[in-house]
């Protein structure tokens, strides 16, 4: 049996833009990517403090230190520019196996989304 369990998490970030025109994704910062273990393509799950919405999408690598977070396609209705939102990422793996995962965390500076 495998059960599903928060492999990255990038905690507390500011949306840069909304971008509806779009085909859909989560433009992320290359550094915020890499220190979260996420890479271009995979899935992640958003979860918008400001008005509770959550949603799934695939991530889109933005330029290394610009601190972009943009939600692009049908995602850009769910948030606005300035809301606050944590990304997550999961995996599958054995019970065993996820009793001693570490899972990557970041923790960004909230209004430039860049590390500290």
């Not at 400001?50 to 695939?58: C, Q, S, V």
């Not at 065993?96 to 990557?104: C, G, L, M, N, S």
């Amino acid at each position: 049996m495998l059960i599903e369990v928060v492999k990255s998490k990038i905690h507390r970030v500011s949306v840069t833009g909304a971008d509806l025109n779009y085909m859909g994704s989560i433009t992320i910062d290359e550094e915020l990517l890499r220190a979260s273990n996420i890479i271009e393509g995979e899935k992640v799950s958003i979860v918008n403090v400001n008005n509770g919405e959550r949603l799934d999408t695939y991530v889109i690598k933005g330029a290394a230190g610009s601190g972009e977070i943009t939600l692009n396609g049908p995602a850009a209705r769910k948030v606005q520019k300035g809301d606050v939102i944590i990304i997550i990422a999961y995996a599958q793996m054995s019970p065993q196996d996820a009793q001693a995962f570490k899972p990557a965390i970041v923790f960004p500076n909230e209004e430039t989304n860049r590390l500290n």
